[in-house]
């Protein structure tokens, strides 16, 4: 009965909890932020691996953007071996900086190799598939006025000509992850950023390893060496959908399998340091929203040794409803049939567990790799 009532707890604290508290906090503790109009030197960091289908729109997009050219300089960071370098290279008379790399070591040591080379003050980076919206980097930058400020979320949104089957759900998760970075930038303590748009003090660039450090590592980073991470909403970035719950299912974990050993390391340093808040933001926004899948297994699970009183059997039936809805959700998309509004939420909120459950466990087996996968 303990492991069944406390796993509920966890739960509802992580996604309900969590964000009440946040609200809390914030009547409290809120930091308004100077956002004043300046013009820092910026370097926006585009870090590549075989993008020869979409760099160059990136690039044009990059090179249009509102904002003084000689404040602004363009890098792409390749470890490619398609035509990707080739593209980049014939925007080098506008400007645009190309740092290539032989071998392939990953997304994350490809930043840590190139951020010393970047000349800018504010490192901006980029996923290639974002496309910014043209006041984006100004956007972004206003928010360093505060000299409080060492880290600037912007904000994605997703976009798609086509309807796609988990359009709905995964924006309306999306939304509930924008709400909550909301909170947290109240109390300038934002815990992880957009990895298609995000900037940073250069100089407060601090990765565990040059292994590591990226999205969600360097704003907690950041935030341990006592600077603020906030969110700037105006500051926007569009991508198109992943197009299947399939795919963001194997997305989601990769990357939970990456940042679970990240959020274990900055779990230690944040005790060591004495810094509770983010203790209980890893704790709280982190760790046990990715370990959901576990406690929805456990709820179930457990409730079969609970079955003497009428309650416990309501709740059993409720989750054999819940996850019959979610597996008809599944074999709908597969043969690409549209289900309705509630099936497809279900059948999200089930994926999405599950997935960074696996991401977990992949982890601590140690089968996740730091080599660029893509789901596109």
Known sequence: MIIFWLSIFLIFFSYFGYPIILVILGLFKSKKIKKIEITL?????????????????????????????????????????????????????????????????????????TIPKCSGEIVVLTDVNGIFEKSAIKKLVRNFNDTNVGCVSGELRYVNSKKEINRESEGLYWKYEIWIKKLESRIQSVLGANGSIYAIRKNLYSPLSEYRGDDFELPVRIA?????????????????????????????????????????????????????????????????????????ALIFFTNFFLLDKALYLGLLLF?????????????????????????????????INLAAFLGVFKSILGRQKATWQKVR
């Open 319 to 351: 989750q054999i409803v819940f996850y019959s809805l979610g597996i008809l959700g599944y074999f709908k998309e597969k043969r690409k049939k549209e289900s309705s509004r509630c099936i497809n939420v279900i059948y999200y909120f089930c994926a």
């Open 224 to 296: 341990q060496q006592r600077y603020g991470a906030v969110f700037e909403p105006e500051a926007v970035s569009f991508e198109k959908f992943s197009g299947t719950i399939r795919k963001e299912f194997n997305r989601r974990v990769r990357i939970v399998g990456w940042v679970w050993r990240s959020a274990l390391i900055l779990l230690k340093d944040s005790i060591k340091k004495g810094q509770l808040l983010l203790v209980f933001q890893l704790m709280s926004h982190k760790i046990l929203r990715w370990l959901t899948g576990l406690f929805l």
């Open 41 to 113: 030197s910026v370097t926006l960091l585009i870090p590549v691996y075989n993008e020869e289908n979409v760099i160059r729109k990136k690039i044009e997009n990059s090179l249009n953007l509102d904002y003084p050219n000689d404040k602004l300089e363009v890098v792409v960071a390749s470890e490619s071996n398609d035509k990707t370098n080739e593209i980049v290279k014939q925007y080098e008379n506008k400007g645009v900086k190309l740092f290539a790399y032989s071998g392939r070591e990953g997304k994350q040591f490809t930043i840590y190799r």
